[in-house]
């Protein structure tokens, strides 16, 4: 189960999600995923694209039921069956959330030439605030790991302000062929070591 954080789904849209809104097509279809109270979502939705807002808790998308052009899906992403098998999204949202299990499942999620923009707690973070357990922290570099044969568009990793946080983030384009090396890449991704936090 994801360790609660304080900023999750509040607020105004994250600023690298809005950054890239320049590379999705009119009308793309969007995955908001652990959406929280969907402030990405209501963003998307706004801008004319068909949204898939998912979330376990059902509190926080009551908020989105009824908003124009948002789909809502209450789902355990951390349970045996993945919610979204089968489907595909143009664009795939995910800020303040980790669970590695699921990581393979989420970029499948991602269509030939599709858009994955990712921006989740990164290591150092411990030593400032929440999250600090290990399994919901980022190692370095890790989501270029996660993201090996896809063609990465942006980058960064660090301590941002305001308020202050180490994040990880990534835009990165799924090959448009159908057969792409993501398959062949995430079997040989490393372990990353645990430690209690």
């Known amino acids: 189960m994801s360790e609660p954080v ?6 105004a849209p994250s600023s690298w999600v809005t950054r890239w809104a320049p590379c999705v097509p009119a009308g793309a279809s969007v995955l908001d995923l652990a959406c929280g109270r969907g402030r990405h979502a209501r963003w998307w939705a706004a801008r004319g694209h068909a949204v898939t807002a ?31 098998a089968g489907r595909c999204f143009d664009l795939v949202v995910v800020t303040n959330y980790l669970w590695r299990p699921r990581f393979d499942a989420l970029l499948d999620t991602v269509a030939p030439g599709g858009l994955l923009l990712y921006e989740t707690f990164t290591a150092g973070q411990e030593t400032i605030g929440r999250p600090a357990r290990a399994e919901f922290l980022l190692q370095p570099g890790e989501l270029l790991q ?6 990465v568009q942006g980058f960064e990793q660090g301590l941002l302000a305001a308020p202050a946080r180490f994040v990880q983030r990534v835009a ?3 090959p448009a062929a159908a057969a792409d090396r993501h398959d062949a890449q995430r079997n040989s991704l490393p372990e990353w070591p645990l430690s209690q936090g």
Do not use: F, K, N, Y
């Not at 996660?146 to 063609?151: E, K, L, T, Y």
């Open 146 to 151: 996660r993201c090996a044969g896809w063609q």
């Open 54 to 84: 998912v979330d376990r808790d059902a509190e926080a998308l009551h908020s989105l039921a009824g908003v124009a052009g948002i789909e809502v899906v209450q789902a355990e992403l951390e349970e045996q069956t993945w919610p979204l």
């Open 172 to 174: 990165a384009r799924r």
């Open 6 to 11: 304080l900023m999750h789904g509040a607020g």
